[in-house]
């Protein structure tokens, strides 16, 4: 079987990709990563470079001029797909994202060519989220509209837990046997090692990830806010990862006035991986996530992690008792949960026990075995 991933423009899943690659050709050895950059020092799979167009110095800048860029690099390269699936001929085309479908029916049209001009090739697409973050419900009404629209384009959809198979059932009436779940294995930062930290007075906490509303980054300063004094001094706070500028504006000096240590900038893997190894709690005060790629590096700190209450942080956290998660969006439910964490109220060695147990359970092979399994079920 000749099998082709497309993460079409090469930044959502830096680590995602080749990790899955990786994975599958050691199933399967024909396997061709199609993306625009490839982040990755150990490499078993074929790698076919697509376009970059935005130059380095422009990662950080959020520009019209940028966006447009973008745009026309995604389109190109969507033509030049056209033109490897026409000539390789894949059995597979396994799509990660559709970059445009948040906002026009472009891809429908992509993908009808693709169909009608290439019908050896089978076309399969990951969906990370049900919706894209932080829409409307208009933009939502919008998105389901598409949506529906190029659901006639693919043989089978693979998604990350039950919790998500279960809404895309019931927001677009997928029949459930179009759809694999393939877990979503565990980031492992390349040279790591897990570090225990010191026992100290303070228990360090922190946040990372760019924090956009959803987040709720916000939510967690409110919480810290509403501590008692003697819980203040003995908890220190840092939020790591480029943020929402309305959420940054509205919180910024409340952090301030509190002590936390707020990186409101891009931060690389080395300086975001350290900060990870110094804490000693990894919070995730997330409004709503379909899947969080953020959890799943988590985990690999084997460090206690705690996170809303939302499906997929519980479905994700298996083996986690259900009052140690707490209500999203809810700055209360939040600043109990820390004072419980501070009193040793929550068994950190149970957290780290099932932390073990769920870094074998999302395991990268089980996770290219299920999406291997899927090819060859729709095909």
């Known amino acids: 079987m000749k099998i082709a991933?497309?993460?079409?423009?090469?930044?959502?899943?830096?680590?995602?990709?080749?990790?899955?690659?990786?994975?599958?050709?050691?199933i399967e050895e024909d396997v061709t990563l199609l993306s625009p950059t490839l982040k990755c020092s150990k490499q078993s799979f074929k790698y076919f470079r697509l376009?970059?167009?935005?130059?380095?110095?422009?990662v950080n800048r959020e520009t019209?001029?940028?966006?447009?860029?973008?745009?026309?690099?995604?389109?190109?390269?969507?033509?030049?797909?056209w033109i490897y699936i026409?000539?390789?001929?894949?059995?597979?085309?396994?799509?990660?994202?559709?970059?445009?479908?948040?906002?026009?029916?472009?891809?429908?049209?992509?993908?009808?060519?693709?169909?009608n001009t290439c019908s050896h090739t089978k076309l399969y697409l990951t969906i990370h989220n049900v919706y894209p973050h932080n829409q409307s419900d208009k933009q939502k009404k919008g998105y389901h509209k598409r949506f529906l629209c190029i659901d006639r384009h693919f043989v089978g959809y693979l998604v990350h837990l039950q919790s998500s198979k279960d809404e895309l059932v019931k927001e677009f009436n997928i029949a459930p046997s179009k759809i694999t779940i393939a877990y979503h294995g565990i980031y492992v930062p390349e040279g790591f090692e897990v570090k225990e930290c010191k026992p100290s007075e303070k228990i360090n906490v922190i946040l990372y990830g760019t924090q956009t509303k959803y987040k709720g980054a916000d939510v967690f300063i409110k919480a810290y806010k509403q501590l008692p004094d003697r819980y203040k001094t003995r908890i220190s706070a840092k939020i790591v990862g480029r943020t929402d500028k309305n959420i940054y504006d509205s919180c910024i000096k409340d952090a301030n006035d509190l002590g936390v240590e707020w990186i409101n900038r891009f931060v690389d893997d080395k300086e975001l991986y350290s900060?990870?190894?110094?804490?000693?709690?990894?919070?995730?005060?997330?409004?709503?996530?379909?899947?969080?790629?953020?959890?799943?590096?988590?985990?690999?700190?084997?460090?206690?992690?705690?996170?809303?209450?939302?499906?997929?942080?519980?479905?994700?956290?298996?083996?986690?008792?259900?009052?140690?998660?707490?209500?999203?969006?809810?700055?209360?439910?939040?600043?109990?949960?820390?004072?419980?964490?501070?009193?040793?109220?929550l068994d950190v060695k149970k957290?780290?026990?099932?932390?073990?147990?769920?870094?074998?359970?999302?395991?990268?092979?089980?996770?290219?075995?299920?999406?291997?399994?899927?090819?060859?079920?729709?095909s």
Not at 357 to 368: D, F, H, Q, R, V
């Open 64 to 81: 019209l001029l940028k966006r447009l860029l973008r745009a026309f690099e995604v389109l190109l390269n969507y033509f030049i797909v």
């Open 51 to 58: 376009l970059d167009l935005v130059p380095q110095s422009w």
């Open 86 to 115: 026409l000539i390789k001929r894949p059995d597979v085309l396994h799509i990660q994202w559709l970059p445009f479908l948040e906002f026009s029916s472009i891809e429908n049209i992509v993908l009808w060519i693709y169909n």
């Open 5 to 26: 991933i497309l993460d079409i423009t090469g930044r959502n899943a830096v680590q995602y990709n080749p990790a899955l690659c990786n994975a599958i050709a050691r």
């Open 351 to 378: 957290m780290k026990s099932t932390i073990s147990k769920l870094n074998e359970k999302y395991s990268w092979e089980k996770t290219a075995r299920s999406t291997y399994n899927a090819y060859c079920t729709y």
């Open 275 to 345: 900060a990870i190894n110094d804490s000693d709690l990894i919070l995730l005060p997330y409004r709503a996530i379909t899947q969080s790629g953020v959890l799943l590096l988590a985990l690999s700190y084997y460090k206690p992690i705690i996170t809303t209450d939302l499906p997929s942080f519980r479905e994700t956290l298996d083996g986690y008792p259900d009052n140690y998660f707490f209500e999203a969006n809810n700055a209360d439910a939040l600043s109990s949960m820390l004072i419980r964490f501070a009193d040793g109220e």
